[in-house]
């Protein structure tokens, strides 16, 4: 009998299958939302009182700075304890920051240092949230389903992408910032609540599975968290993918869309800017719902190499294409193979990862993934003050499909009979 006889037939939208997970799947798309929405808000009274696009830069590198420093000791954290309480007190956190963004709204007390002091607790929360709800999945679905966990809930979050945008537009038309902002904070309670009562986490697990014990306290923790990682060349492999995909291009191009829409013959905010805008987002829905459907690209690290080359090679045609058609086709293209990858290498860490250091595993895969992605705004955004944003990403992208290639050849080499590679 051969390997793949014995193994279990892929299934469709396998996580949905756990009661636990629809209910995870669910909230975390609502909380996604919400975080979305008080972007929208905030970010608005923020430019309505200060016109300055230094804060506006601020709250870029708020939101990532912290994922690039704390999200290896979240990681930790996230082993040793109660992930469930971890995501509870980011989601506080973030509806704490709402709340306090509607009172100083409201008493018209709003000051500078007031926005960076929320603008950097509301990046806190977010690393509460990032490596304890990555671990929390493994504990939701276990390890037969968790690609299709992990691949639904990077689904989730491009619903809440998509969906909180047009919600906080209309909040703000129907009940202003200051109501607007407060309905927002109630949002995350849902989440919060289920939490309390969701029968996972260390005390649910098996009898006899392994708790770390060692905590990331210093510098000196996180190298060795690192040294960890390099011991798993898979591992390592995907961590340097995600991070190089990051540090190279990020997400920084969708802030240089408007750039790209107006010398594509669309400069006004009408519906031909928002569609830009919208076919990235689509092209990754559209990769949760039809991979998990047909249960397709099943993980393995040398896929992931190659799903991010093309993903260079749709971004940089993007960037020098010329037909604004085609342009949405390329941008819808990225976006399907982008979560196709992200949600791959994230699924790879975690079943490569051992139990006692899955958490440290994931944490620094976040340090890589996420807060990698604050350089982005330099070799996107301030090369190309220099020689132009469409050859700026275009030169990222294929720096980074040679940095993939040679990723595959030294990282993955001597592995190509393992079952995950």
Not at 391 to 417: D, E
Request: include cysteine; hydrophobic fraction near 55%.
């Amino acid at each position: 009998m051969n390997a793949s006889a014995s193994q279990p037939a892929p299934v469709a939208f396998a996580a949905l299958r756990h009661p636990g997970f629809r209910a995870y799947f669910l909230l975390s798309a609502l909380a996604m939302m919400a975080d979305n929405i008080e972007h929208v808000i905030s970010y608005w009274v923020i430019f309505e009182h200060f016109k300055s696009p230094a804060l506006g830069g601020f709250a870029v590198v708020s939101h990532w700075l912290p994922f690039l420093l704390f999200s290896v000791y979240s990681g930790s954290l996230a082993d040793r304890y109660d992930p469930r309480r971890m995501i509870q007190i980011g989601m506080t956190l973030f509806m704490g920051v709402s709340i306090l963004w509607g009172v100083l709204f409201i008493t018209g007390t709003l000051q500078v240092w007031h926005a960076a002091v929320l603008l950097i607790v509301h990046g806190l929360a977010g690393v509460l949230w990032g490596p304890p709800s990555q671990l929390l999945l493994h504990d939701i679905v276990g390890r037969e389903h968790l690609q299709s966990a992990v691949r639904l809930n990077a689904t989730a979050r491009q619903l809440g992408l998509l969906m909180g945008p047009g919600i906080g537009g209309g909040l703000l038309l129907w009940l202003g910032p200051n109501l607007g902002i407060l309905v927002n904070a109630l949002l995350y309670l849902p989440f919060i609540l289920w939490l309390a009562v969701a029968p996972y986490g260390p005390k649910f697990r098996a009898a006899g599975a392994v708790v770390a014990t060692r905590a990331v306290r210093s510098l000196g923790d996180i190298w060795r968290a690192l040294h960890e990682i390099a011991q798993h060349r898979v591992i390592m492999a995907m961590t340097l993918l995600a991070g190089c995909a990051s540090l190279f291009i990020g997400n920084a191009y969708q802030a240089q869309m408007p750039g790209y829409a107006h010398d594509l013959g669309h400069a006004h905010a009408d519906f031909s800017y928002s569609m830009l805008l919208a076919a990235d987002a689509a092209g990754a829905l559209t990769a949760g719902f039809v991979l998990e459907s047909r249960s397709l690209l099943q993980p393995r690290a040398r896929t992931a190499c190659v799903l991010a080359m093309i993903w260079c090679v749709a971004l940089a045609g993007f960037a020098l294409i010329a037909d604004y058609t085609f342009a949405l086709v390329l941008l819808f293209v990225a976006g399907f193979v982008e979560l196709s990858f992200n949600a791959m290498a994230q699924t790879l860490v975690q079943l490569d990862a051992p139990a006692e250091m899955r958490g440290r595993a994931i944490g620094v895969y976040n340090m890589f993934a996420l807060g990698m992605r604050m350089f982005s705004g330099v070799t996107v955004g301030l090369v190309g003050a220099r020689i132009g944003i469409h050859w700026s990403l275009a030169l990222s992208a294929a720096v980074l499909f040679v940095v993939i290639g040679l990723l595959m050849r030294f990282a993955l080499r001597g592995t190509a009979g393992t079952a995950r590679t």
